[in-house]
């Protein structure tokens, strides 16, 4: 049995809104074989990865909270994605917003002021900006390969921070516990219902998404980005700058993944410590996918790793599995959601040895 | 022994994984497509390789293990790449996050647990040699097959005609496809290649550099060993000379800890990756050259016209 590919005339419209759930059912159904293998019963094991979690208002609240960094740096990676700059280092622009922010509360904790919040914010951006600026820096000017010098640079912010949090800014009050100061009240980002501990961060995660999605949709940087992805000679024709796109994609999505990196310690740690992200970063390139990079699908994609982090910690509890499974599982979607996309440009086409195959197919093998 | 030897032996135990890995994906890469998920295949090498060994009490089976479940594992990427046309830079990514999840999975029982290093194959003759004796002919399997590697690939690109089609289909696929070769075959068994070569790796890892299993023990070399390839531009000597230049940096800092110099100890540990970017930037600045050296179909999709 052979697979083969032909070519649609137009992309499936039908497809690009279904690949993404025949996507999600693959990854359930392989995901209770997977629990299956483990020796646990798969239905209950789905269900309390799965529904559980969506029963509870503590979790509800769990899933927003998670579901903020990762939409808030998928949005930015769905532009950097869109115009063909491939950053995969927002999980170290994520870590250096969060010390970038973390200066103030950190260093000047003395100061106590209505302005510390915006002021973290803002910094925390510019850190994560600043951090993507490396990448683009040494993309536009020494044409030096994006994906991998970010990702070098995700490791190096993880040395960083450990560096940091055990050295010049451990806290003289945690008895040699690797960790800063406590933030002060002020530098906490407020939650933003009574019912539980969604914060502010998940605000900022909509708006991000929505007025992306508004400058993709409806303004001419949006038409730039498509352009630029998709054929770079044709948006040189139009006269649109690659090396200035690569700056403009970077530098916001360094920007939303210090915003994310700010937002979590704030509102979620309350501190820095050596290890601040269960690998948001990361996990947010699944994300941008799976929302078909899209940043309204981004939201929605966004709450459903969000929902197998917390699944992930359920099971943990329940099944005593290990919560690796979490990580399988956002690799197998990532997987599936990678092999749906093709059903949008291409029909699937199986062909038996043996069938007769017709002259002109022939001639052309 | 003398210090100078023992530094060097630490040296040749860095590269291996580093020279594997990258000649796995020099190859797959002159084949025209772009693997990112070496980091996954590796630490699946390693998971594989330390979980045979535990079984069977024979790191060879160990080895074997690795490479069978590295190429196993590039199938995936091969399937969705090849096969389904998917975005190679994406599938590259997925592989090496599901290979970090799996791993992850299959050495929970294996953590903590003192693994079995693989013995050491004396040379006859050759390993009574001073100095050069026991550093290069008193090695592990791993490491001469390495250098074996290194030469027969380099023979096999560039003196066999399958050599040839490989670098045909990866500096233009149209052509190639045109002129009757099996682009999709070729270009799985480059991807598989690669795959085993990345196993074998992680092989290393968990039996020779530090033998027991520990989480994401792969800690970035298999990008380490993309950027290499990019070093090497495409040439097995090369990442064999990189290689060794990476190990040095690696173990240097090692070193540099134990001397204690007073330096923080993260900021020798970001020493290899650091260094890897600077590599990268004073080996891809000349725009030309790059050009010149990259596989021209590198990364793009094909789909064989009927």
Redesign the interface.
């Known amino acids: 049995m052979r ?1 083969e ?1 032909e ?1 649609r005339p137009r992309a499936s419209a039908l497809y690009a809104i279904l690949s993404p759930f025949i996507a999600l059912v693959l990854t359930v159904i392989a995901g209770g074989i997977m629990f299956w293998l483990l020796g646990k019963d798969p239905v209950s094991a789905l269900y309390s990865f799965f529904v559980e979690p969506l029963l509870d208002v503590w979790s509800l609240h769990e899933i927003a909270i998670k579901a903020a960094p990762l939409i808030l740096i998928g949005v930015g990676l769905s532009v950097c ?1 869109r115009s063909n700059n ?1 950053n ?1 280092g927002a999980e170290g622009q994520f870590i250096m917003g969060a010390i970038a922010g973390a200066i103030v509360p950190v260093v000047f904790h003395e100061w106590h002021s209505p302005l510390v919040l915006p002021l973290m914010l803002v910094f925390g951006m510019i850190g994560g900006a600043l951090y993507a600026a490396i990448p683009a820096f ?1 993309k536009a000017n ?4 994006e ?3 970010s ?3 995700v ?2 912010a993880q ?2 921070l ?2 940091m949090v ?2 010049p800014w451990r806290s003289p009050e945690a008895y040699n516990f690797p960790v800063t100061r406590d933030f002060a009240p002020e530098a906490i980002l407020p939650e933003i219902l009574t019912s539980g501990r969604t914060n502010l961060g998940f605000v900022f995660a909509i708006v991000a998404a929505v007025l992306v999605w508004f400058m993709m949709r409806y303004t001419l940087k949006g038409f730039e980005i498509s352009v630029l992805g998709q054929s770079e000679r044709a948006g040189r024709f139009a006269g649109f700058s690659s090396r200035r796109m690569i700056w403009f994609s970077l530098l916001l999505s360094g920007a939303l993944a210090g915003l994310a990196g700010i937002a979590e310690v704030s509102g979620n740690i309350n501190k820095l410590q050596p290890v601040i992200s269960p690998g948001y970063g ?1 996990t947010a ?2 994300v941008a ?1 799976l929302g078909r990079l899209n940043p309204l699908g981004i939201i929605a994609a966004g709450l459903f790793l969000a929902l197998t982090y917390v699944g992930g910690e359920a099971v943990q509890l329940t099944l005593s599995v ?1 919560d ?9 979607l ?2 599936f959601v ?2 749906c ?2 059903l949008i440009l ?1 029909k ?1 086409r199986l062909v038996f040895p043996g069938r007769a195959v017709p002259a ?2 022939q001639g ?2 | 022994m003398g210090i100078v030897e023992a530094i060097l032996l630490t040296v040749i135990t860095a590269a291996t994984p580093l020279v594997l890995a990258a000649l796995g994906e020099l190859v797959t890469e002159r084949a025209g497509v772009l693997n990112l998920g070496v980091e996954g295949m590796m630490i699946m090498g390693a998971v594989l390789a330390f979980a045979a060994t535990h079984a069977t009490g024979s790191p060879y089976l160990g080895i074997l293990a690795g490479i069978g479940g590295g190429a196993l594992f590039s199938l995936l990427f091969g399937f969705l790449t090849l096969t389904l046309v998917a975005n190679q830079v994406a599938t590259g990514l997925a592989l090496t996050i599901l290979g970090l999840g799996i791993s992850g999975q299959i050495g929970e029982a294996y953590v903590g647990m003192s693994g079995t290093k693989l013995p050491q194959i004396a040379i006859p003759l050759l390993s009574d040699i001073p100095f050069v004796g026991p550093l290069l002919f008193r090695q592990d399997l791993i490491f001469y097959l390495s250098i074996a590697l290194v030469i027969g690939v380099n023979w096999f690109l560039f003196k066999s005609r399958t050599g040839l089609k490989i670098r045909a289909i990866g500096d233009n696929h149209a052509s190639a496809h045109a002129l009757g070769i099996g682009v999709i075959r070729i270009r799985y068994l480059a991807v598989m290649f690669g795959g085993a070569c990345a196993g074998l790796a992680g092989a290393q890892l968990s039996l020779v550099y530090t033998p027991q299993w520990v989480e994401n023990m792969s800690a970035g070399r298999g990008w380490i060993a993309l950027a290499l390839v990019v070093f090497a531009s495409w040439r097995p000597w090369r990442v064999l000379a990189g290689g060794y230049l990476f190990g040095a940096v690696s173990i240097s800092q090692l070193h540099a800890q134990a001397l204690g110099l007073g330096i923080p100890s993260q900021f020798l540990s970001a020493l290899p990756y650091a260094a890897t970017v600077v590599v990268l930037v004073l080996i891809s600045h000349n725009r030309r050259t790059t050009l010149i050296n990259t596989p021209a179909s590198l990364g793009k999709p094909f789909v064989p016209d009927r």
């Not at chain 1, 690796?324 to 197998?332: H, I, S």
């Open positions: 697979i590919l070519r994605y491939w995969i040494l020494m044409n030096t390969n994906i991998l010098s990702l070098m640079l490791y190096i040395l960083f450990d560096w055990r050295g990361f390139i699944i996918f290990s690796k499974v979490t990580r399988v599982f956002q690799g197998l990532l997987f990678l092999s996309d093709t291409y699937i002109a197919q052309a093998e």
